[in-house]
């Protein structure tokens, strides 16, 4: 099996298949009928739920230690969060899952931390559970009307900034090899963490970066709001 290359063809080519199906699939969706919408919540529901079964297998059962199969990587919580909202529509889910999958879900489909590339059957559910993750959000978004206002941001990396104390702590509880939401240990492969400092450094670059990527996201909605008031 081939090892994964950020660079490599297959993988800019199954990114921008994921890609295009997170912005343009909702669109077919709108003004359908409730069944259609339905079915299509359910599809992006179970391939969720597939991608975490798969990864409690490969992390907990093949490596034989279930501590590394627990959910509770920042995706897994963003996983969650639109699971939920797609179940109850509650706008707070959305806005959890709109920062958190946009820089957490965003990042991992496009420097996934595989080891080897496509077919390789890890890589395609990893970049398919995750870009179920961004496609409920765009969901949400398109079909269903929701945004994200400047007052969220504040709320969303306050509630963060809670979860990850939390995390530290069960990772300290934990012991090794956990390392979820990687405080401990950066990520495996070529990723963003690469140019960061070692660890336990490391926490503090990815905590800023993650505010900056959540204020950025925000950004178009800031000018587009700014400029309606002209």
Known sequence: MK???LLDPSHIIFFSICVGIIVFLPRLFVGKSDSSKNILISVIIGLMLINHG???YKEGYLNDDWKLG???HL???SSASIILYLMTKKREFFLFAFFAGFSGAGMAILTPDSTYAFPDIHYIRHMIGHAMILLGVT???IIDGHRPYLKDVHKVLFVLSMLLIVIYG???LLGSPANYWYVAEKPPGLNVTSLMRDEPYHMIDIYI???IICYLIYLPYFIKDKMKQK
């Open 170 to 172: 069960i990772n300290y």
């Open 54 to 56: 798969m990864d409690f």
């Open 139 to 141: 969901y949400a978004m």
């Open 3 to 5: 090892e994964f290359d």
């Open 75 to 77: 995706c897994d919580f």
């Open 70 to 72: 627990l959910p509770l």
């Open 209 to 211: 970066l993650a505010v």
